[in-house]
């Protein structure tokens, strides 16, 4: 009948809108991403660890929004904010444009052409490896543990954090470069390929599913015994 051929025009043109105005916005985000990709991965890694901080207590661990430790979830926001959202974006963008002097141009090339770039590839390559021995385990890990003493723990001694950090990193050392292993060697053989201004929200991406594990595993603050 008429109106119901009317309200099938009505609805199709209302989805044709919505699915418009969703692939503006995403086209929007993706611009700013690309005009300004410290601020927006800054933006992403806070809110990114905060969220999955969450998600490993309310879905892993059952709690309430009342039960949720927030003292816990500082951590990831202090963590996210500063390591994962300032330092790590110096790292892998800054210092890698020097140390890894194809990183740019290799980046931009379409898939096809980066796989006859020797160079390239090469520099792909020594990037996935730095991160991987030496990024996580020297410079990751040990960042996290004295952030969470930092957190929770009971000293204003910088050097306690980091003591007290590293010896909790080390009684978790193999667990932790084990499952850091099986997730990012993988993922960074992706990451190193993409295009310079998608490569940390990737990263983002798959650490917070990262991020949730280690908040399941290690986020919990112990508390002090008392004699």
């Known amino acids: 009948s008429a109106p119901a051929v009317e309200s099938a025009k009505k609805t199709a043109v209302d989805v044709t809108k919505t699915a418009s105005d969703a ?3 995403s086209g929007g985000v993706m611009s700013f991403a690309k005009e300004n990709p410290f601020a927006f991965q800054l933006g992403v890694a806070t809110v990114k660890t905060s969220a999955a901080d969450l998600m490993a207590q309310m879905v892993g661990e059952k709690k309430s929004l009342s039960e949720v ?3 816990r979830n500082a951590i990831f926001v202090v963590f996210g904010f500063a390591y994962l959202g300032g330092f790590q ?43 991987i021995i030496v990024h996580l385990p020297v410079m990751y890990f040990p960042t996290y543990y004295a952030v969470k003493e930092f957190v929770g723990g009971q000293s204003w001694n910088p050097v306690d954090w980091v003591k007290d950090g590293v010896t909790k ?12 292993v099986q997730l990012w060697l993988p993922s960074d053989c992706v ?13 983002h991406m798959v650490s917070f599913f990262w991020t949730a594990y280690v908040s399941f595993t290690r986020g919990a603050i112990e508390e002090k015994k008392v004699e």
Do not use: C
């Open 23 to 25: 692939v503006a916005t």
């Open 69 to 71: 430790d927030w003292k």
């Open 89 to 131: 974006y110096w790292l892998m963008v800054s210092k890698y444009r020097q140390w890894f002097p194809t990183m740019d141009r290799f980046a931009k090339l379409p898939f096809a052409e980066k796989l006859k770039d020797t160079a390239g590839l090469i520099d792909a390559g020594k990037m996935v490896m730095f991160d």
């Open 169 to 180: 990193y080390s009684k978790n050392a193999k667990e932790d470069l084990t499952a850091m």
């Open 191 to 203: 990451q190193f390929i993409l295009p310079v201004h998608i490569r940390l929200p990737f990263r």
